[in-house]
């Protein structure tokens, strides 16, 4: 038996059987693999309430709320999440879409820097991440990478 079979099972009993579908299914390595069981925890505890179990956001989330403000959107691929750059991803978590848009824009998602590492948020980008199809996974990075490029 390979140690990669040996490691694939430990990683299957510690992080449940999503880790290894996703080690599976995306050629991700183990740490990834840990670093996505951890964002799935953190995203369950922080972000489901709004953004939704599976990711499917608010209903009629591109209409404004009766205070202004707009709905929690989705972050699967149906959303508009794969359409930002990991550093402005990271921003609106850390310190929110208010904070991010600036003029005056308000919004009922609170940075969570206090709540969350640096780490912590970029492992519930990670899990976000692993939710989407290869093309917008692909645009995506393609995106980061442009970001990367101006800001060297």
Not at 13 to 40: D, K, M, P
Not at 86 to 94: A, P, Y
Not at 99 to 104: E, F, K, L, S, W
Request: hydrophobic share 40%.
């Amino acid at each position: 038996m390979s140690r990669k079979v040996v490691a694939l099972g430990i990683v299957a009993a510690l992080s449940g059987t999503a880790a290894l579908a996703v080690i599976w299914q995306f050629g991700a390595n183990l740490g990834e693999a840990a670093v996505i069981a951890q964002g799935r925890q953190h995203y369950a505890a922080n972000c489901a309430s709004c953004h939704g179990t599976n990711l499917e956001g608010k209903p009629d989330w591109k209409r404004s709320l009766p205070s202004g403000r707009m709905p929690a959107p989705p972050h699967d691929a149906s959303g508009h999440t794969w359409h930002h750059p990991d550093g402005v991803l990271f921003r609106i978590t850390k310190e929110g879409p208010a904070a991010v848009v600036g003029n005056g824009y308000e919004s009922d998602m609170p940075g969570f820097g206090e709540v969350l590492g640096d780490d912590e948020i970029r492992a519930v980008l990670a899990f976000i991440k692993s939710k989407w199809p290869e093309r917008e996974r692909a645009y995506q990075a393609e995106m980061s990478r442009r970001e990367k490029e101006k800001t060297q």
